[in-house]
């Protein structure tokens, strides 16, 4: 057959199946032996991306060798002298006022809010007397816009939290009004 004839077939049989990109009708195709193993490469130890280096001079040695006998008040002066006398610019800190700066900055905003006197409170009802029971949800119902079954099943889920987000001031009359019927309540 000649290679015409057989580059027709694969185009019919392209269409049917996907032999588009098929070997076997290459002209440089030679069949792999199947008895062959896969040929094995070694890798070297250690990938360098740059390449070989040459190694470093006997002057460089000398200079690694001294500065590694010195003592460490004196190699921790080596950085500051020679960035002076190379001229490169003293690294400067940023002002980063008004910038968020996510999780660093955190670490510095607990230190400020247990600094910043609390302005809100939680009103919490921890407990109340059996017989008291009713006076309580009606007090509830008077500082809450909650209806009769409302507050009755809130007043069931003790310790529960009344109110959210109140000043000082209305946390401890609130408190006042619920133990003045019986029930104990706590500002968080």
Known sequence: MKVGALYQIARVTSKRSSFSQCRFFQHDYVPRDPKAKPIKYRYPDFYDPYGPRPPPSDKIIQLAEKIASLPVEER????????????????????????????????????????????TFDVKLEKY????????IKEIRSFTDLGLKEAK???????????QQVT?????SIIEKIKAVGGVAVME
């Open 76 to 119: 921790m002066q080596i950085g500051p002298a020679l960035r002076d006398k190379v001229m490169h610019p003293k690294l400067e800190t940023i002002d980063v006022e008004g910038v968020d700066l996510g999780a660093q900055q955190g670490v510095s905003a607990k230190a400020e809010e247990k600094k910043v006197e609390k302005t």
């Open 129 to 136: 007397d059996a017989g008291a029971k009713l006076k309580v």
């Open 153 to 163: 099943d809130l007043v069931e889920k003790v310790p529960v939290i009344l109110k």
């Open 168 to 172: 000082k001031e209305e946390a401890n």
